[in-house]
């Protein structure tokens, strides 16, 4: 069974700096490789990953600018953009906007993933051309580590593991007949399959109030501009607290 665990990252101003590099590098890919396959479809055309992962391999001749983030995030990048065409249709994919879309990106291969504890609350994990990273030890990975995604979220950066936790699950419950299935959303924290509701507010009185008035703030700015920026990205703050305390998504 694979599973997801997402760890709140502990970088330092230059992992930082070429976490931020790699996403705009990324990002650029995408909507490039998306503007490519439009053209390709408008002529009666197609375009698969296979030619787009050997144009790549030209560009970063052509322009350095692509070495500097890492080879299989790039193809990975491309990976999921012909999963997105395919699922969804190659002029429905959406732009990955540098405003509205927040950094990520994907290492695909284990073999390049080292994790280790290195204290009661720490681990590290060691990524292409970011070296060892510090993180938040919350829980145990709890399985076999597939791949590592680092994204930025609320000004936070985070890495989450894709992990195969079937080695380590039991081939039967420890107690049957107690078993009880829960439900975790956004309007209810937990509903248990026995009908009990579990809840609590996860926001503060006083972050009400100031995520109110950042929202009318919000309305009164420009878009594009830096006082927008910077309200949206305290808008994004408040709800990142909120979100950690409600424990979702799982880290």
Same mark, same amino acid.
Request: hydrophobic share 35%; aromatic share 8%.
């Given at each position: ?12 101003? /230059? ?22 396959r439009?053209?390709?479809? +408008? ?18 001749r ?5 070495k500097? /983030? ?15 065409? +395919?699922?969804?249709?190659?002029? $429905? ?21 080292? !994790? ?6 720490w &681990? ?10 510090? %993180? +938040? ?5 709890g &399985?076999?580590?597939?791949?590592? =995604? ?5 000004? +936070? ?5 894709l !992990?195969?936790?079937?080695?380590? =699950?039991?081939? $039967?419950h ?15 924290? /937990? ?5 009990? %509701? ?24 420009? $878009? ?28």
């Amino acid at each position: 069974m694979l599973s997801g665990r997402r760890y709140l990252l502990d970088l330092s101003p /230059a992992q930082a700096e070429m976490c931020e590099e790699f996403g705009n590098i990324c990002r650029s890919v995408w909507n490039t490789g998306l503007r490519q396959r439009r053209e390709y479809r +408008r002529r009666g055309a197609w375009m698969n990953y296979a030619p787009q992962c050997a144009e790549l391999a030209d560009a970063k001749r052509e322009h350095e600018w692509l070495k500097a /983030a890492p080879s299989h995030a790039l193809q990975q990048t491309l990976r999921d953009l012909d999963r997105a065409c +395919r699922e969804h249709g190659t002029f $429905k994919v959406r732009w990955r906007s540098k405003d509205r879309w927040s950094p990520a990106f994907r290492f695909p291969d284990a073999k390049q993933i080292s !994790v280790e504890r290195v204290g009661r609350k720490w &681990g590290r994990v060691k990524l292409p051309k970011l070296g060892w990273v510090r %993180f +938040r030890w919350s829980r145990p990975p709890g &399985g076999e580590i597939r791949s590592a =995604t680092v994204s930025c979220k609320a000004g +936070r950066w985070f890495v989450s593991f894709l !992990v195969d936790a079937s080695a380590v =699950t039991p081939e $039967k419950h420890a107690m049957p007949g107690t078993a009880v299935g829960i439900d975790r959303g956004v309007k209810t924290a /937990a509903v248990t399959s026995d009908g009990a %509701f579990h809840d609590r507010e996860f926001i503060t009185a006083g972050e009400t109030v100031r995520y109110r008035r950042l929202q009318q703030q919000l309305a009164r700015t420009k $878009k594009a501009s830096a006082n927008r920026a910077k309200t949206r990205a305290a808008l994004n703050r408040i709800m990142g607290r909120v979100a950690d305390r409600r424990g979702a998504p799982p880290r």
